[in-house]
């Protein structure tokens, strides 16, 4: 579908694998067809075609998908065969995709802010509650403009570790194989260290909180070279590949504040991105598609720029931010917001371009998330 970089295969096809064990542990039935078994029909929907000619089954049970191409696919064979296809709601998310659009039609434009509110008030989060209503904790719904300081010219100084997992059997037969079949792809392994399990995933999250989460919000948008990780959390991969509950995330964040271990300006902060943002922007996604794909309101024109794959320009900033993203198929918001995205705003790059090299290139990479940021 994009040309994707060998981090990003290597975390997904990992992440399946280690599921498909943790399934078979359960005793549960479950038919997985690996990438290099050669009975492999090459896409999902071909795949799908082949086991329900070979399973014969009465329906199709699925989770709403994030991908609005996926979904078609799965429709298509759903019909073409005359069977049922049971779309279930992803409980990995807050707000449900009619519920968001419930949401955006009972108001003439959407405005990120009042649909967090809501949230909050809904889910009851960092609120007081009382006779009178929900009001929120310290008296503002945002504390944003707290969030906004710099290194300074002495820079970060000493920083937690990043949390790694060395790669086992399962990681390294794929990283072999993604090395072997994608020689060509963009991209490098050698510091991969992503978590591929829900136990990994676990133990990043508890050490965001105890580690990171305190400086999160006083630097969430500051940058240092050569120091991709900073007081960022480094779970969104985990978050998108279902290893995390957004729940349990915002739940660890808001006790880390009850418990007076971390700031309300920092906890708030990280919290509107998770409960606020992120659903946000699956809501608009699946709201507008799929029209929303060939949106260019700038009519837009340029190729995206070859470097963009490689690293090697002169400027500094992009260097640096384009060089990590290849390295480690991670960089924060403001490195692709307000650098690589920046830059290709200005220059004048086609849209759909730019969505797929970020689809490409960074680990927590689905459509849903990327397109309305891409746009």
Request: with cysteine; glycine share 6%.
């Amino acid at each position: 579908h994009v040309w994707t970089s060998k981090p990003r295969t290597v975390l997904f096809l990992a992440a399946m694998r280690h599921f498909e064990l943790a399934l078979r542990d359960a005793g549960r039935p479950i038919h997985y067809c690996r990438l290099d078994q050669p009975h492999n029909a090459g896409t999902l929907r071909l795949q799908l075609q082949a086991d329900v000619l070979r399973l014969r089954p009465a329906g199709l049970v699925m989770t709403q998908p994030g991908d609005w191409r996926v979904l078609q696919a799965i429709k298509a064979v759903a019909a073409s065969n005359q069977l049922p296809l049971d779309i279930r709601e992803d409980r990995h998310f807050f707000c449900g995709v009619h519920e968001f659009a419930a949401h955006a039609a009972a108001r003439k434009s959407l405005r990120l802010e009042y649909f967090y509110r809501e949230q909050r008030q809904r889910h009851d989060v960092l609120v007081q509650t009382s006779a009178k209503g929900s009001k929120p904790v310290g008296g503002q719904w945002n504390f944003d403009a707290e969030n906004r300081e710099t290194f300074g010219p002495a820079g970060p100084g000493a920083l937690p570790p990043r949390k790694r997992f060395a790669p086992d059997a399962i990681t390294r037969e794929v990283m072999a194989l993604v090395e072997t079949r994608f020689a060509s792809h963009p991209g490098q392994l050698e510091s991969f260290a992503w978590p591929v399990n829900r136990a990994q995933a676990l133990r990043s999250l508890r050490a965001f909180i105890r580690e990171r989460l305190p400086l999160f919000g006083r630097y969430q948008d500051a940058m240092w070279p050569g120091d991709p990780w900073l007081y960022h959390s480094h779970l969104a991969a985990a978050l998108n590949l279902k290893l995390l509950n957004p729940r349990e995330v915002v739940a660890a964040a808001e006790a880390a504040y009850r418990e007076d271990n971390a700031p309300l300006a920092s906890v708030e902060g990280f919290i509107r991105q998770i409960l606020g943002w992120r659903e946000y922007v699956r809501g608009i996604y699946w709201t507008r598609m799929p029209q929303y794909l060939e949106g260019n309101a700038l009519n837009a024109q340029e190729d995206l720029p070859g470097w963009y794959w490689t690293g090697e320009t002169d400027m500094a900033c992009l260097r640096d931010a384009l060089a990590q993203t290849l390295t480690h198929g991670y960089a924060n918001h403001i490195q692709r917001l307000m650098v690589t995205g920046l830059y290709a705003l200005m220059l004048g790059v086609q849209p759909r371009q730019v969505l797929a090299w970020y689809l490409a290139v960074y680990v927590d990479a689905v459509e849903w998330v990327e397109l309305p940021n891409s746009l």
